[in-house]
């Protein structure tokens, strides 16, 4: 199939790309703490920093997601104009 996948810039692109496939489908499909783990896979194989820091915190919010600390904006916004 692809024979510089292993060692090339080419390859650090495609296992980049594998890593963030796989967890955009677990996110997608609800699995937050599986997906948090698979986004810092990403992160650790990312060729970049701008690709590794957007993965790091991809992980976080699916971690944050999976404990149930993820707050809404609209949802405070409101709960404030019911009060008055």
Known sequence: MN???NS???GQVW???CAGSRAVILEVSGRWME???AWRRAAGVAPRTDWQQFA???AEQCHRRCRG???R???LHYSRDSEG
């Open 3 to 5: 024979g510089f996948r």
């Open 8 to 10: 090339s810039r080419n």
């Open 15 to 17: 296992r980049w790309q």
């Open 35 to 37: 997906a948090a783990e």
């Open 56 to 58: 790091r915190k991809r």
């Open 69 to 71: 600390r993820v707050q």
């Open 73 to 75: 904006k609209s949802s």
